[in-house]
C-alpha cells in the first residue's frame, strides 16, 4: 500500500497526459538518474513515478506546437491586454499633467489675488493709523479748544464780576457825585 500511495503514475500516463512517447520519458529518467534516485520503481514490466519525479519530468518536457500555439495566442492577448492598459495609463497620466497644470494656475493667480489682499490690508492698515493719529491730533485740538473755552468762561466770569463790581462801584461813585452835587453850600464847606 505504501509503495502505491508514493509512486501514483506510470511512465505511459505521463506519456499519455502529456502526448509524448514513453520512450521519451525514460529518456529523462536516464539522464537524470542522480537526481531522480529514490523517485522512481520498477514493477511488473511498469515505472512508477513519484509526486518530484512527475514534477521534474514535466519542467523539461518541450511543449508541443499545439501548445506553442495556445501560448502564443495567450501571450498576444495578453500583450493586446497589456498594451490597452498602457494606453488608458498615458492618457490618464495626461489628464493628470492637464490637471495639475490648471491647478498650479489657479494656484498662481490666488497666490496674486492673495498678495493683492495683502497689499490692500497694508495700504487700508496706513489709512487706519493715519486717522487714528488724525482723530488723536483732532482730539488734542479740541481738548486744548475745550481749555481755552473754559478759560474764556473764567476769564470772561471774572471780567464779568470784575466788571459788577465796577459797575457797582461806579454806581456808588455816581451816587456819591450825585449827593455831592445836591449838597448845599454849608455841607459843602464842611465837607459832608
Do not use: C
Not at 509503495?3 to 500516463?13: D, L, M, Q, V
Not at 495566442?73 to 490618464?92: F, N, T, Y
Not at 492637464?98 to 491647478?103: Q, R, V
Amino acid at each position: 500500500m505504501e509503495y502505491i500511495e508514493k509512486f501514483s503514475i506510470t511512465i505511459e500516463e505521463l506519456a499519455e497526459k502529456h502526448g509524448k512517447k514513453q520512450q521519451a520519458i525514460r529518456n529523462y529518467i536516464d539522464r537524470y538518474p542522480e537526481d531522480l534516485k529514490g523517485h522512481y520503481r520498477r514493477e511488473n514490466g511498469s515505472t512508477w513515478l513519484d509526486e518530484f519525479a512527475v514534477a521534474f519530468i514535466e519542467s523539461r518536457l518541450k511543449p508541443r506546437k499545439v501548445d506553442n500555439i495556445i501560448i502564443n495566442q495567450a501571450l498576444e492577448d495578453k500583450i493586446r491586454e497589456l498594451q490597452d492598459k498602457l494606453i488608458a495609463a498615458h492618457e490618464k497620466n495626461l489628464e493628470l499633467i492637464e490637471e495639475k497644470e490648471t491647478l498650479r494656475l489657479q494656484a498662481e493667480e490666488s497666490l496674486r489675488l492673495i498678495e493683492a489682499h495683502q497689499k490692500d490690508q497694508e495700504q487700508i492698515q496706513e489709512e487706519l493709523t493715519a486717522t487714528v493719529n488724525q482723530n488723536e491730533e483732532l482730539h488734542k485740538q479740541l481738548q486744548a479748544e475745550r481749555e481755552a473755552r473754559a478759560k474764556a468762561e473764567a476769564t470772561a466770569k471774572a471780567s464779568a464780576e470784575a466788571t459788577e463790581t465796577l459797575q457797582a462801584q461806579a454806581d456808588e461813585q455816581a451816587a456819591e457825585l450825585e449827593r455831592l452835587k445836591k449838597r448845599t453850600l454849608w455841607e459843602r464847606i464842611r465837607n459832608k
